[in-house]
């Protein structure tokens, strides 16, 4: 496959340049392969099928970004939610390789998708899903405590990522779900971030943020960038990540094939 980005016609691929100044990836086996990737919504009580993207393809390599763009409604959130499984996809093939093994995400068991999540994917997301009673900390060292690291020393790298988000200190022991929008959205980077996957998806996670904090993220996004983590995005505040981005992929259109190297 051609080392290219895609701008589509209504019904043509057309290849087109990587990004400017975009490294190439090193001579190693993608973290993800897309292929054919298809989803529509049975809207029952109308009669009728919502199409949300057909015939995507592309591959996504350790260290690189992928930007998804398009207008409101093109189905970037969809596309990332069909990625993680959050919906299941109506066609094509979402190729996980892990150190067990080659996986279809589409197709795989809803057992293996859990155990992907806890050891391989990632997924931030602008909204906070907060527990009632239990204390922001508590939150953000959870990743941590299943991933078998003791509770002080899990706790205490919570309260350091809670720190650099701009949480502060007398929060730190509240409940997030009093908290508003802009403190649970913190909460919530510190908790998807603090344990490294290879795979990162983040839909809108700089939307409630103020600029201090999406400094932060970016911080933390450059770092993990460089340690390898493979990464698809949706940005609301794009020039935040312009030096992230190794390739764009433009929903606006029905069909896109696409090469993210």
Known sequence: MPNCESEMTDDIAVLARPR????????????????????????????????????????LFPGRFLLLTGHNGAGKSTLLRTLYRSYRPKG??????????????????DVDIALLRRREIGF??????????????????????????AKD????EARRWLGEFGVKRELWAAYPSTFSGGEQQKVNLARALILPQRLLM???PTASLDVNARRALIRRLS???????????????????????????DLTTKEVHHVAE
């Open 20 to 59: 400017t100044g975009a490294s190439q990836p090193s001579a190693t086996r993608p973290v993800l392969e897309v292929e054919n990737l298809a989803k529509h919504f049975e809207m029952h009580h109308l009669g009728k099928r919502l199409f949300a993207f057909e015939n995507i393809s592309f591959r």
């Open 202 to 204: 983040l839909d809108e």
């Open 92 to 109: 094509g093939h979402v190729w996980l390789n892990t150190a067990e093994g080659r996986i279809d995400l589409a197709r795989a068991a």
């Open 223 to 249: 770092a993990l960038k460089e340690a390898g983590v493979a990464m698809i995005g949706v940005f609301h505040h794009r020039a935040d990540i312009a030096d992230l981005v190794d390739s764009e992929l």
């Open 153 to 156: 020393e899990a706790v205490d």
């Open 124 to 149: 931030v997301t602008q909204f906070l899903n907060a527990r009632p009673r239990v204390a922001a900390e508590d939150i953000v060292a959870e990743p941590l405590r299943l991933a078998g690291r």
